[in-house]
């Protein structure tokens, strides 16, 4: 006999940051729910994702009471450098809207969630498979799926959010009539590596040359994370870690004798990207959050930054709608973080299209984006609406 349903006020599917972010919030608020994933604990510990935090998120881990760890192990970073012509420019994030940002990987930001959700004794459950979400319109939508023991399983809640990725199946349930995407594929990928080195850099370097772009990132004081721009069809089996460095190397030299220190590359992988977003957030009881939502190029650093401003948005408003017992007030969600979102749409793009060379591009388009670097490393706006959109000091 399957067992009976579980019952709570906030149903959530996925057990990332943004789905257990949100859970730790509305327990805040005396809001029980339930979150649900399909992938284990270890499984999400072991995704490698970049982590660049701004402070705003910062503050919501420690000032929340997840974990103040994000201040002993993550790195402050004051600013960047954009790297062109063969030199760096530094653009000082603190001088110029009085905010850095933190060096902190995204599964860090996991751990320290998980653990206080452990720590707090919520309800969730990892390892989950043939998960479903039912009902969306009635007055109690479900979740269905087999526990990690092979059990039937049901939630019925109240309100049921979406957290579950690009690729989960809170935003696939919603009818293609009742949905809008907007989407634009890039014509380039990153090739990502994991190497065993000391830091090349004491901040992150974002670099134009005429072989594309090139990020050099860090993780810690032996191992950093690099990226070039590639063809999506790349296949990481043809780069040896020589060819690897020699491409890289060759990306940021420059008359000032910047070098990359090397090592053993311990992982590679090509990552296509896109900017996407799905409208409306909300589908009868169904809210959508983070990357269900959205998804941004990495240029910017933006993807969980934006995921974070979701739930900070989305417990606001379902504290309330629980409160007043008006499920008519979560319509005030998507509007609200839409216009965040949009904001963060832009300034991705133009990240990404102001430091990649597209196929096809002339010399008229190379030297234009040039121009355009200058003016961004210039004193004035340029580096000021940078340093805003990276900071999120403007909301992207």
Not at 155 to 170: E, Q, T
Not at 346 to 353: E, V
Request: aromatic share 8%; net charge negative; with cysteine.
């Amino acid at each position: 006999m399957p067992a009976a349903p579980t019952r709570t006020t906030v149903g959530i599917v996925g057990a990332g940051p943004a789905g257990l972010m949100l859970s730790h919030l509305l327990a805040r608020a005396d809001i029980d729910s339930v979150v649900v994933d399909n992938r284990t604990r270890a499984e999400i510990e072991a995704t490698s994702r970049a982590g660049i935090l701004e402070a705003d998120n910062v503050r919501l881990l420690t000032g929340t009471g997840v974990s103040d760890r994000v201040l002993r192990d993550g790195v402050p970073h004051a600013g960047i450098s954009l790297r062109f012509g063969g030199r760096s420019h530094r653009i000082d994030f603190e001088a110029l809207v009085g905010e850095g940002v933190w060096l902190y990987p995204q599964t860090e930001v996991f751990v320290d969630l998980a653990d206080a959700r452990a720590r707090d004794g919520a309800d969730v459950r990892y390892g989950v498979s043939d998960t479903q979400v039912v009902d969306l319109t009635g007055e109690l939508p479900g979740i269905l799926f087999t526990d990690a023991d092979g059990r039937a399983r049901e939630v019925r809640c109240d309100i049921l959010v979406g957290a579950d990725g690009s690729r989960g199946v809170c935003r696939s349930a919603v009818p293609e009539a009742a949905r809008t995407h907007y989407f634009r594929a890039y014509p380039y990928a990153w090739f990502g590596v994991l190497v065993e080195a000391p830091p090349s850099a004491d901040e992150l370097v974002y670099t134009h040359s005429e072989r594309g772009f090139a990020l050099i990132s860090r993780r810690t004081d032996t191992v950093q994370r690099m990226y070039f721009q590639c063809d999506p069809g790349e296949d990481p089996a043809d780069w040896p870690d020589e060819r690897i460095w020699a491409e890289l190397q060759a990306r940021v030299s420059g008359t000032d004798g910047f070098a990359l220190k090397e090592g053993p590359v311990v992982d590679r992988s090509v990552l296509p990207f896109r900017s996407f977003v799905c409208e409306p957030m909300r589908y009868g009881a169904m809210l959508l959050a983070g990357d269900a939502a959205h998804t941004v190029p990495p240029t910017g650093a933006k993807g969980l930054n934006l995921a974070l401003a979701d739930v900070r948005v989305l417990a606001e408003v379902v504290e309330r709608a629980v409160t007043k017992r008006d499920l008519g007030l979560l319509d005030e969600y998507g509007p609200r973080a839409l216009s965040r979102v949009w904001r963060t749409q832009h300034f991705s793009y133009w990240m990404t299209t102001m430091l990649h060379r597209a196929p096809g591009d002339t010399p008229f388009d190379v030297r234009r984006r040039i121009g355009e670097l200058e003016g961004v490393v210039a004193p004035g706006a340029g580096s000021v609406r940078l340093a805003e959109g990276y900071t999120g000091t403007t909301a992207g």
